[in-house]
């Protein structure tokens, strides 16, 4: 078998693996490969070709493709080595990669560290098991997207979308204007989970009408799609009897979750939260294996493409470190605790370095509310960081950045995030 | 006689669910929002909504069928649909570079419809 060697191997050429493989170059790194499934980098980015991306990153606002090119030029002109059309079979231990494609057939690729930058994949029907026939017709949103918007394909023409988060507004308001006839966004909760902004601008445009508290108890056709049937749902999401009703369509779409892609690292035993379904990583994205690290939508499934980026750069950062022999940590070993309405933090434990950096969590609230006031404290009780935040959502992720200062200060080996009432009153 | 006009402005997360009293076509009051600046974007939305326009152009010889593009700029929501119609009738040849204008002043909003990507050509 063929085999390379690499001080960098990035498992993905989306926005984490362009970011991350860009940082480590721009860190001094020269021998980076990254390792990308699909016939050219960018990742899901090519296909989403609405825009919103880039506000916070480049302060622009710029198409899915738009963003993604800005960095796959800046790879292409650094000679950062690429696999295209190429699928990482397996991680084994020693971080050595063994991956396929048609040109190369098997070969292994040896790295002294790997960022791990796989993405997500979308729930299925299978995952929440929508009973009835198993007619053509019913795919997810994303798997339309691609259809659409790069294979140039029509994948029917009576919708119904499945679930309101971004991508179901997104794609309600595609096949719309496609001159498909988008019948209606049926939600299981009494709020759409997406941005204001696109239910505005994907629905009310359109007219096309969203039906909160309820969901899909039925697919009904022989061979393709003729009808889906819908119920209410009481507070338990379980159906309400009597009050079923059926749309008749010819495409379902999933919209309904997305679940971040371990296979690879759950082959190394990486040690997986079950709140992200991504890997436990310390302040530097790194796994429970050693010199692994792990950024994007395989970490946590972010709603902004401009917070990748930055993960991506955190992680490559540290990455280049563990290269360089230079990844210091002192003796302590902080677990973050999850308090009122937080659904979940990355990351989920502090190893403090001796560098003095500030640390950047992640988080998400269970529950939206106004005027609340997210909190760390330590054992003690004492408050190492407040911040007052106007109007928080699970849809929308909140960024904390934590000072090296109050880093320093932390005596417990464990914090707590709270979010709770209080905050400004405006 | 006066009418009430519900706009949800999109500035920030908060969402106010803006009310416009209307008479005559003109806004006489405006209430619900929490900022200056909601203020400012429910006016310009009751009188002119404009929206960008993204979508996909077909392709000869490329890499991919289609191509995704956009408005240089947003164009008036009511010419949305003509906007995509015109887009759809016109097929450009690979290979096309990122922000090449495909279509001058679509259905004549003064934007053009540019190339949001670059796009190789088949081998």
Redesign the interface.
């Known amino acids: 078998m063929q085999k390379y060697n690499y001080d960098l191997a990035v498992i993905g050429g989306g926005p984490a693996g362009l970011g991350a493989a860009l940082k480590a170059y721009d860190e001094g790194i020269e021998d980076i490969v990254i390792l990308e499934r699909d016939f050219e980098l960018g990742g899901i980015l090519q296909q989403c070709i609405h825009n919103g991306f880039g506000l916070h990153y480049f302060n622009e606002e710029l198409t899915g493709p738009e963003y993604a090119e800005r960095f796959i030029d800046k790879v292409n002109a650094c000679g950062i080595d690429k696999f295209l059309n190429t699928m990482v079979l397996n991680l084994e231990k020693n971080k050595k990669i063994i991956a396929v494609n048609s040109k190369m057939g098997v070969f292994a690729v040896n790295a002294k560290s790997i960022i791990l930058a796989m993405g997500c994949r979308e729930r299925t029907r299978e995952n929440i098991s929508i009973p009835g026939d198993r007619p053509s017709g019913v795919i997810t949103a994303g798997t339309a997207q691609r259809y659409v918007n790069m294979e140039g394909y029509m994948p029917g023409r009576e919708v119904v979308i499945l679930g309101s988060g971004d991508i179901g507004l997104i794609m309600a308001r595609r096949m719309h204007l496609e001159g498909a006839d988008v019948k209606a966004v049926i939600e299981i909760n009494p709020f759409s989970s997406g941005l204001t902004r696109n239910v505005v601008q994907c629905l009310d445009d359109f007219d096309i009408p969203l039906k909160l508290n309820q969901t899909i108890t039925k697919i009904n056709g022989r061979e393709r799609i003729e009808s889906v049937e819908v119920s209410k749902v009481d507070n338990n999401f379980d159906p309400v009897p009597d009050s079923t009703y059926s749309i008749k369509c010819d495409t379902l779409l999933l919209s309904i979750g997305l679940i971040p892609e371990n296979e690879l690292s759950e082959q190394l035993s990486i040690k997986i939260d079950k709140k992200t379904n991504g890997p436990v990583v310390n302040e530097a994205r790194e796994t429970s294996a050693d010199g692994v690290f792990a950024c994007g939508n395989v970490l946590h499934v972010h709603d902004l493409v401009d917070w990748v980026t930055k993960e991506s750069e955190i992680a490559a950062g540290y990455s280049v470190k563990y290269i360089n022999n230079n990844y210091n940590i002192k003796e302590k070993n902080i677990e973050i605790i999850h308090g009122k309405n937080v659904a979940y933090s990355v990351p989920q434990k502090l190893d403090v370095f001796n560098d003095k950096s500030d640390v950047e969590v992640y988080l998400r609230c269970r529950k939206p509310k106004k005027n609340v006031e997210i909190r760390f404290v330590d054992n003690n009780r004492n408050v190492l960081f407040k911040k007052s935040e106007r109007y928080i959502k699970p849809g929308e992720m909140i960024n904390i950045k934590l000072s090296s200062e109050v880093i320093d200060s932390i005596k417990s080996e464990s914090i707590k995030i709270d979010i709770i009432p209080g905050g400004k009153n405006e | 006689m006066s009418k009430k006009v519900i706009i949800?402005c999109?500035n920030?997360?908060?969402?106010c669910e803006v009310e416009l009293t209307v008479e005559n076509e003109k806004i006489i009051s405006i209430e619900g929002n929490?900022c200056p600046a909601g203020k400012e974007y429910v006016k310009e939305e009751y009188y002119n909504p404009t929206?960008?326009l993204?979508?996909?152009m077909?392709v000869k010889n490329g890499?991919?069928?289609?191509i995704?593009v956009?408005s240089s700029k947003p164009i008036p929501?009511n010419k949305?649909k003509e906007a995509?119609i015109k887009t759809a009738e016109k097929e450009i040849e690979a290979p096309i570079r990122?922000n090449e204008v495909l279509i001058e002043n679509i259905v004549d909003t003064e934007a053009d419809i540019v190339a949001?990507?670059?796009l190789d050509k088949n081998l």
Do not use: D, E
């Not at chain 2, 920030?12 to 969402?15: I, K, L, S, T």
């Not at chain 2, 890499?63 to 289609?66: A, K, M, S, T």
């Open positions: 949800t999109i920030c997360p908060m969402g929490r929206r960008i993204t979508t996909t077909r890499v991919l069928p289609v995704p956009k929501k949305l995509m990122i949001s990507r670059s």
